[in-house]
């Protein structure tokens, strides 16, 4: 039977992963070569992607690149 401390860390874990960087900004997901590519930005010069076997592991590897990486500028408004 869970504890109530059980509860409270599934509880934080969930929060956790609601604030992860691939679920609040929604990286393009594809394949590139052999490995899948998330990719928030218009090329991989300019933007933030993150690479793995898998989808997940992409995903992942995207938010750990989102905060050790300088997330991408915006892009200067036309005049």
Not at 4 to 15: G, H, L, S, T
Not at 21 to 45: E, T, V
Not at 57 to 71: G, H, P, Q, T, V
Request: proline fraction near 6%.
């Amino acid at each position: 039977m869970a504890t109530e401390q059980d509860y409270w860390n599934q509880m934080y874990a969930n929060a956790c992963d609601q604030s992860a960087p691939s679920l609040l900004h929604r990286p393009k997901l594809f394949i590139d070569g052999n490995q899948w590519c998330a990719l928030y930005g218009d090329n991989l010069q300019d933007g933030v992607a993150g690479f793995g076997d898998t989808p997940d592991k992409a995903m992942r590897n995207f938010d750990l690149a989102w905060c050790n990486e300088s997330a991408p500028k915006p892009k200067e408004q036309e005049k």
